[in-house]
């Protein structure tokens, strides 16, 4: 059984921050890669940034620059500081995990709302 909870998501004005995070706990011997997902109303699932093991990262263009994911081996948990947020990132955000022939993990999703 493995268990995917994310912490974070809120409520903010246009150019503040948030910081989420995405803890992973269970039967998972190692983790791969750790990404985030956004899900706005209409829209389909976008992949927003995601890290690998060894700590290699990319981004969705629309947050380069603005975001930044990082990631803690030792606590299989994974983190996205979030700055300069604009409504336009209003949206459910989503941690997956890949645990190699474990298969691969949602959590239940943090809201992020972005107010103008």
């Known amino acids: 059984q493995v268990q995917v909870v994310e912490s974070g998501g809120g409520l903010v004005q246009a150019g503040g921050s948030l910081r989420l995070s995405c803890a992973a706990s269970?039967?998972?011997?190692?983790?791969?890669?750790m990404a985030w997902y956004r899900q706005a109303p209409g829209n389909q699932r976008e992949l927003v940034a995601r890290i690998t093991r060894a700590g290699g990262t990319n981004y969705a263009d629309s947050v380069k620059g603005r975001f930044t994911i990082s990631r803690d081996n030792a606590k299989n948990t994974v983190y996205l500081q979030m700055n300069s947020l604009k409504p336009e990132d209003t949206a459910v955000y989503y941690c997956n995990i890949d645990a190699y022939t474990a298969g691969s993990y949602w959590g239940q999703g943090t809201q992020v709302t972005v107010s103008s």
């Open positions: 269970g039967s998972i011997f190692s983790i791969n890669t």
